[in-house]
């Protein structure tokens, strides 16, 4: 997929665990290691909101588009 | 729960058709069995064989030297061992497949009871159902049966059959979209 999900160097910067990020945003562990890996198909706009609030950061922190 | 008991009695139906199936299959064969070992006991059972049906496109009713009624000619007893065998191991095969038949739709009617009904297994089943019912339509669609004093043959196309088959795949196709829509569903995070 062409879009990347650095959701990690965002946790890395932030010396944040994925299970603290899971918990402040309201979604499972198992459904942030799907974001995590790029599996996902969509994301809501009130979780990317969340993970923005969360990291302090801008989407464009995580995501990030390559031209495949 | 209205819906739970629907499903319930589907799931309920479809063990009642698959005992109905096995007992069918020990008929057959106990009949097949005793066929063999005394005829005569069945020199009264005549088989009928409905020609007229507009779904037969072709048949073909033979005598060999002989005026007797093809009411006479037809009878269980004076069936070719042959052709005796062809017919039996056409039921068995039959039975199996309605049975495989109904166990997979079994299968799909206890994922929707576990709402898991937009799985990749429900398509699949669908998908075999279609296999199964095309095999038990070409498996019938022949008919040949030789007795002593003549015989009978005839290519018959079960439109219910074909239409089921369809049907099936057609369900297959439906519940591939689901699954896809679910899967996009569960991926949306």
Redesign the interface.
């Given at each position: 997929m062409s879009i990347i999900v650095n959701l990690d160097v965002m946790l890395e910067k932030r010396s944040m665990k994925s299970n603290e990020l899971a918990d402040i945003v309201g979604i499972t562990t198992a459904n942030l290691s799907i974001l995590k890996t790029g599996k996902a198909k969509a994301i809501r706009f009130s979780t990317l909101e969340a993970i923005c609030k969360a990291l302090d950061c801008q989407p464009a922190d995580i995501l990030e588009f390559v031209e495949d | 729960m209205t819906k739970n008991r629907l499903l319930n009695i589907a799931i309920t139906l479809c063990k009642m058709t698959k005992m109905i199936f096995i007992l069918l299959f020990i008929g057959f064969t106990v009949i097949f069995i005793h066929l063999q070992i005394d005829r005569s006991f069945y020199s009264s059972q005549k088989i009928s064989i409905n020609t007229n049906s507009k779904n037969y496109i072709s048949t073909t009713k033979w005598k060999a030297n002989t005026n007797e009624d093809y009411n006479k000619i037809f009878t269980v007893d004076k069936l070719k061992t042959g052709s005796l065998y062809v017919m039996y191991l056409k039921l068995a095969l039959g039975l199996i497949l309605l049975f495989l038949c109904v166990k997979e739709f079994q299968k799909v009617m206890e994922s929707v009871k576990g709402i898991e009904t937009f799985g990749e297994n429900n398509v699949l089943s669908f998908r075999r159902i279609g296999r199964l019912i095309l095999a038990y339509a070409i498996l019938t669609s022949y008919t040949s049966m030789s007795f002593e004093n003549g015989g009978f043959s005839g290519v018959y196309i079960s439109f219910t059959s074909l239409f089921l088959v369809l049907f099936a795949f057609i369900m297959a196709e439906i519940f591939k979209e689901g699954f896809l829509i679910k899967?996009?569903n569960d991926?949306?995070?």
């Open positions: - | 899967q996009e991926l949306t995070i």
